[in-house]
T-cell receptor
Framework: GAVVSQHPSRVICKSGTSVKIECRSL??????MFWYRQFPKQSLMLMAT?????????EQGVEKDKFLINHASLTLSTLTVTSAHPEDSSFYIC????????????FGNGTRLTVT | GEDVEQSLFLSVREGDSSVINCTYT??????LYWYKQEPGAGLQLLTY?????DMKQDQRLTVLLNKKDKHLSLRIADTQTGDSAIYFC???????????FGTGTQLKVEL
């Protein structure tokens, strides 16, 4: 149980375009999902907390207008990288835990974004 | 601070035990986790330990927690080539919802 699905797994886009990444909880509901970013050979850094039905909470230094987060249902959160630039190329990973539980976070398989 | 530190690299021979260490700083962490990441893949939860426990064993994996020293370790018995990956420890912060990850330890298993 507690499967988190992320799509797409890999995307290449041109500079200036926008890219949407989806994160789904397949067998549980989650009012909160988390988006992380990982640069090559580095650890994961929390970007934002996605809240179902309300605004996302962004970590310090993360531009909310650039990384748009929408959490429209209890099983889906989306991250849109707007006007992407090469420096946005990274590995983006979402995570969630079953609602009301104290269980550990489960992660999607990540999306590798390359901006050319 | 919320720095979680790990040694960057560990090399072991197949069949030996691997011990990956982690030092965390947030004494209020409720859970501490170990995740595995293979090249180009997401994170796989390996195991976790609640902060009131000293040890947890799950098949080949043994987690030791020393709260006094804020030290966490992961022991992999009979290490196999398939265990080669990056291992991240993580602690809960910010009321339990945030995870702060360590720097990651690259484990290389040699024949």
């Amino acid at each position: 149980g507690a499967v988190v699905s992320q799509h797409p797994s890999r995307v290449i886009c041109k500079s200036g375009t926008s890219v949407k990444i989806e994160c789904r909880s397949l067998d549980f509901q989650a009012t909160t999902m988390f988006w992380y970013r990982q640069f090559p050979k580095q650890s994961l850094m929390l970007m934002a907390t996605s809240n179902e039905g309300s605004k996302a909470t962004y970590e310090q230094g993360v531009e909310k207008d650039k990384f748009l987060i929408n959490h429209a249902s209890l099983t889906l959160s989306t991250l849109t990288v707007t006007s992407a630039h090469p420096e946005d190329s990274s590995f983006y990973i979402c995570s969630a835990r079953p609602e009301g539980s104290n269980s550990p976070l489960h992660f999607g398989n990540g999306t590798r974004l390359t901006v050319t | 601070g919320e720095d979680v530190e790990q040694s960057l690299f560990l090399s072991v021979r197949e069949g030996d035990s691997s011990v990956i260490n982690c030092t965390y700083t947030d004494s209020s962490s409720t859970y501490l986790y170990w995740y595995k990441q293979e090249p180009g893949a997401g994170l796989q939860l390996l195991t976790y330990i609640f902060s009131n426990m000293d040890m947890k064993q799950d098949q080949r994996l043994t987690v030791l927690l020393n709260k006094k020293d804020k030290h966490l370790s992961l022991r992999i018995a009979d290490t196999q080539t398939g265990d080669s990956a990056i291992y991240f420890c993580a602690e809960t912060t910010g009321g339990g919802n945030k995870l702060t990850f360590g720097t990651g330890t690259q484990l290389k298993v040699e024949l």
